[in-house]
């Protein structure tokens, strides 16, 4: 969910993550390279994943972020996307 409703579209670089519910922890790659990727109905995912998000690089496909300090864009972005699940973001 984004913060602000003027976004339209983004480019983040970013770290997909397979991850357990019931324990709370991150698991291997070994396990994301197990999950289908196609023709896969929602139901039938079995690894959840988690987002790690740590570099945008465009917003609204006008704005480049290419030239700016990574800490610039961190504190943009943290004003765009809020933290879920209690975590560290």
Known sequence: MLKKTSVSS???DCEIVAYDRAT???LSFLTLSTQ????VEIEDI???VCV??????HLNMAKNFFRKTLES???FWR???PCVGGRRC
């Open 24 to 26: 709370q922890k991150l």
């Open 36 to 39: 289908a990727r196609k023709k």
């Open 79 to 81: 004003r765009l996307f």
């Open 46 to 48: 079995i690894v959840n």
């Open 73 to 75: 864009v961190e504190r």
């Open 10 to 12: 983004f480019i983040l």
């Open 52 to 57: 790690f998000a740590f570099d945008l690089l």
